[in-house]
């Protein structure tokens, strides 16, 4: 089966401008994951879709980011506009269930706001 | 004080070397215990879960769980090369997830 995959792998822009980071989840994975990694620090939760619907997004950092997952397929994350601290690696991942741990991961989305 | 604690490293062992990694956690709600292994400018992988106290051995890792002291081990036997990364011990319950900051393991040839 076809893994977890983002794009861009890497994006550099300048603080104030938008990016827009696509998720395409593993196929009949209904829950997906957007996670941060800011240089140095733990991965962090950013919210959690099952299907289309946001079933806990309390890791959103502030309302520069908007994620969307239009038809409970790919998910975009959308950062408006961009600060220096939004710098780091974007991941997501997939689940058929997240009961059993097994998170399935892209290989992120490596932002660098100048 | 953070939900799950996990020395970075790095952690450098010779070829052959028995490893060991560790995490303690503070939330005795958590259910689910996995650790992930993650290569440079890659997403991290599944390595092995559990969710009991005790031991689950796949091949040469072994995962340790004991909820009583709050404390989760990985090791690895017979350490080889490719085995160079940074380990992620993760902590879930429900459907929510808190991983450690990693530690970064270098097996020399």
């Known amino acids: 089966e076809a893994g977890v995959t983002q794009f861009p792998s890497h994006s550099v822009i300048e603080k104030g401008q938008t990016v827009t980071l696509r998720c395409d989840p593993i196929?009949?994975?209904?829950?997906l994951y957007w996670y941060r990694r800011v240089m140095g620090k733990e991965i962090k939760f950013l919210l959690h879709?099952?299907?289309?619907?946001?079933?806990?997004e309390s890791g959103m950092p502030n309302n520069r980011f908007l994620a969307e997952r239009t038809g409970g397929t790919y998910s975009t994350l959308k950062v408006q506009p961009a600060e220096l601290e939004d710098s780091g690696v974007y991941f997501c991942?997939?689940?058929?269930?997240?009961?059993?741990?097994?998170?399935?991961f892209g290989n992120g989305t490596r932002l660098t706001v100048t | 004080q953070k939900e799950v604690e996990q020395d970075p490293g790095p952690l450098s062992v010779p070829e052959g070397a028995i490893v060991s990694l560790n995490c303690t956690y503070s939330?005795?709600?958590?259910?689910?215990f996995m650790w992930y292994r993650q290569y440079s400018r890659k997403g991290p992988e599944l390595l092995m879960y559990?969710?009991?106290?005790g031991n689950k051995e796949d091949g040469r890792f072994t995962a340790q769980v004991d909820k009583s002291s709050k404390y989760i081990s990985l090791f690895i036997r017979d350490s080889q090369p490719s085995d160079s990364a940074t380990y992620l011990c993760?902590?879930?319950?429900?459907?929510?997830?808190?991983f450690g900051p990693g530690t970064r393991l270098s097996v020399l040839p």
């Open positions: 991942a997939s689940s058929q269930d997240p009961h059993t741990g097994t998170l399935h």
């Open positions: 993760a902590i879930s319950y429900g459907q929510n997830f808190v």
């Open positions: 559990t969710y009991s106290s």
């Open positions: 196929s009949g994975h209904d829950n």
């Open positions: 939330n005795s709600a958590f259910q689910y």
């Open positions: 879709f099952v299907k289309e619907s946001k079933q806990d």
